[in-house]
């Protein structure tokens, strides 16, 4: 199991990753909505805005997402870590369940391309 700490830091890159996109994918990044990243084997929710093609104003907190956001992720810490490291697929991890993408529907056609 994958510290606080790591996964803030997994999350801190995926901000620097999406922020270092050009084309569709930067475009897919460029929303202006709220996140949140459920980790559910640390029971903590990483709340913020993906602004810009970056995650910003990221607060920590315990237990389930305090409000509901547009764009809500759902996985363990393992696969936080693995997924930002490249050590995991987004779209399997998707596909079978082990991370959850809930969105609205023209987001999630917009997201598809980060997939």
Known sequence: MASTEECRSALEQLSRNLAGTNGEVRQAAALDRSLTCRITDLDLTFSGRLRDGRITDVV??????????????????????????????????WASGRVKLEAGFRDLLRLRTLL
């Open 60 to 93: 920590e907190t315990p237990g389930p997402p305090p409000a509901k956001a547009e764009i809500r992720l759902t996985m363990t810490s393992d696969d936080l870590v693995a997924m930002v490291g490249g050590k995991l697929n987004f779209a399997s991890a």
